[in-house]
């Protein structure tokens, strides 16, 4: 329940955050985010790489106690209220619309 209200916290909080555009700014974001939320890294390249995954397992239908698990057996050392909140970052980042109350933006004026 308390991992749901990270989630739900955290997700909140990104969605009135600006969308990003789908390039580098948009990697440079999530990194900055991850930054933010006091979420180190190793490699960007593949922390970027990570943050996309977490997309493609919520377009698969991945809940997020899946995806924050899957992060936890990817990097063990990765604690389970900083999984959930890199799933948040990543989420709000990449896949906006997979967010709960998520819509994808209007392509009209």
Sequence with gaps: MRLLLVLAGVAAV???AAPA?????????FLVALGAADITYQNAGA???TGKKVCDMAKEGKSAIEVVTYLQ?????LTRPNAA????????VYCP???PGGSKPDSGG
């Design 73 to 77: 057996d990817l990097s063990p050392k």
């Design 47 to 49: 922390t970027i790489a």
């Design 85 to 92: 909140r890199f799933t948040a970052i990543a989420a709000g």
């Design 21 to 29: 555009r789908a390039d580098d700014k948009q990697d440079q974001a």
């Design 14 to 16: 990104i969605g009135l």
């Design 97 to 99: 619309d997979q967010l």
